[in-house]
T-cell receptor, first 110, second 115 residues
């Protein structure tokens, strides 16, 4: 079963615009991670935010976490065509098993 | 370090045939995971190894599925008597025990099509 639900399921923006995607999860967590997947490829780890953090930045990525609402958001600023991919939130569980959300499919139009 | 390697990348088979996928994790990574991903969905956990021990299996892993990791290095995932519902991308990931929890390194996946 999926732990997280991303919103929106799909997002289409123009190059240069910002993209925001949201994730809601069900159980308490120690950290939350975001992954990226290009079409037909494996997943790549993007960024981690710990449960005691509210915001984290990495390059053009900004992640927020609200543990009271069990939600997180990923902001990609100044989007590029190369950012076109699916983005998943993920939470670790027992035995470090990672449970993924349903994903947001982002299309950046040049 | 060549990353996580999966073979084959694509497999087309007829219903009822057996298929086997191989995963070579990043060297020295002692944790290895198998996930399945269907179109438009996130990866779903199948099973997890720490070294050669299979420590957890999902209910998704029916009796037709078997995974092994002899000697704690590469792993194989075998599907017997394939069904059309087995069509999916099978993803392998690895990590170190000392890694940040949840930080997995994925291979490019093995896409299975069952006709």
């Amino acid at each position: 079963s999926q732990q997280g639900e991303e919103d929106p399921q799909a997002l289409s923006i123009q190059e240069g615009e910002n993209a925001t995607m949201n994730c809601s999860y069900k159980t308490s967590i120690n950290n939350l991670q975001w992954y990226r997947q290009n079409s037909g490829r494996g997943l790549v780890h993007l960024i981690l935010i710990r449960s005691n953090e509210r915001e984290k930045h990495s390059g053009r990525l900004r992640v927020t976490l609200d543990t009271s609402k069990k939600s997180s958001s990923l902001l990609i600023t100044a989007s590029r065509a190369a950012d076109t991919a699916s983005y998943f939130c993920a939470t670790p569980g027992g035995y470090q098993k990672v449970t993924f959300g349903t994903g947001t499919k982002l299309q950046v139009i040049p | 370090d060549t990353g996580v390697s999966q073979d084959p990348r694509h497999k087309i088979t007829k219903r009822g045939q057996n298929v086997t996928f191989r995963c070579d994790p990043i060297s020295e990574h002692n944790r290895l995971y198998w996930y399945r991903q269907t179109l438009g969905q996130g990866p779903e956990f199948l099973t997890y190894f720490q070294n050669e021990a299979q420590l957890e299996k999902s209910r998704l892993l029916s009796d037709r599925f078997s995974a092994e990791r002899p000697k704690g290095s590469f792993s194989t995932l075998e599907i017997q008597r394939t069904e059309q519902g087995d069509s999916a991308m099978y993803l392998c990931a690895s990590s170190l025990v000392s890694s940040i929890p949840g930080e997995l390194f994925f291979g490019e996946g093995s896409r299975l099509t069952v006709l």
